[in-house]
């Protein structure tokens, strides 16, 4: 059977990552426990978390020309991720995210674009062919609005669907082109910077969904953390309960999850099994600390699915 084909184009950052007890508040200095770097981003986390969930896998995307770019390719291409497509920038270091990581599995994250923020349009509209030829196109906002899309536009060009994950969270309203994608893929507090509606339980889930849909997109698929999903397509909604497991660190389940969901899509499942493989991904995911060393492999989320039946 052929594999998925999965494009992702987006962020490819180190994370510079500090363990603690607890967050800090504003002005105040703590010891904390640990610190590592780990290969991250969103972009590149979804890469490997499909590639690892048995999708050949092309990244479209920019690092630096610093020590970090190349063990971020490493990375990739260590998981198994087609790298081809992403570019070093002479001059230009690679983006970071600094993340604070405490007992709870919680996180605080800030990220610097560095080489994301210098991801073109031209570079995405260079990669027709490859785009052309996926099963699924997934795309963040961690790298230039306008190159997020003209990725959308050019799977869009070639029948080719696509999914947003609107993180982080965008400080702006999105143009409508954005929104009216195939699948959008918020988490709660996304979907909250979206509609204006605080997401709360699966009522108001299912009323920002509304609005999502309303705005263009075909199908919205909402992460809600330890209550699942909620999947909203034609005017209804469907919940997908999820298993809560206990959380090492929450860092990057997110992009688990929309890989599961891409893979799953890819794969000719239906909405509500692949948004199943996601959830089961994204819990997987809080089991291991860090973002990429994280994401699951299919073997242990088939196990994970099978026990959870
Ligand atoms: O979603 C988690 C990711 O967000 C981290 O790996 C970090 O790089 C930021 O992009």
Excluded: W
């Excluded at 994950?165 to 309203?173: G, H, L």
């Excluded at 799953?264 to 499942?269: D, I, K, S, T, V």
């Amino acid at each position: 059977m052929r594999a998925p084909q999965i494009v992702v184009v987006g962020s490819i950052n180190m994370d510079l990552v500090a363990r603690m007890s607890r967050l800090p508040r504003p002005g105040e200095t703590l010891h904390g426990d640990d610190f590592q770097t780990i290969p991250g981003g969103k972009g590149a986390n979804q890469a490997v978390a499909a590639a690892r969930l048995g999708a050949q896998v092309t990244m479209i995307g920019r690092v630096g020309d610093d020590a970090f770019g190349g063990e971020l390719l490493r990375s990739l291409e260590l998981y198994g991720v087609g790298t081809q497509y992403v570019q070093k920038t002479a001059n230009y270091p690679s983006g970071v995210a600094v993340i604070n990581v405490e007992a709870s599995g919680a996180n605080a994250i800030v990220v610097i674009a560095g080489a994301n923020g210098r991801l073109t349009a031209d570079d995405v509209a260079n990669c027709a062919s490859v785009i052309a030829s996926a099963d699924v196109v997934v795309v963040q906002l961690e790298t230039p609005v306008e190159t997020v899309i003209t990725a959308i536009r050019t799977a869009r060009k070639f029948n080719v669907r696509t999914i947003l994950d609107p993180a982080p969270a965008p400080s702006s309203p999105l143009p409508a082109e954005l929104q009216s994608v195939d699948y959008i893929s918020p988490n709660q507090s996304e979907a909250e910077a979206l509609t204006g509606i605080v997401v709360y339980d699966l009522a108001s889930a299912e009323r920002a969904a509304k609005v999502l849909c309303d705005r263009g997109a075909r199908h919205v698929v909402m992460k809600l953390g330890e209550l699942g999903a909620l999947i909203y397509s034609d005017g209804k909604g469907e919940h997908i309960a999820a298993v809560s497991t206990e959380i090492v660190d929450t860092t990057a389940a997110g992009d688990a999850f929309t890989a599961g969901l891409a893979v799953g899509l890819a794969e000719g499942r239906t909405l509500a099994e692949a948004t199943k493989l996601g959830c089961a991904a994204g819990t997987m995911a809080c089991t291991v600390f860090g973002a990429q060393p994280a994401m699951p492999t299919r073997e242990k989320v088939d196990q994970f699915l099978r026990v959870e039946r």
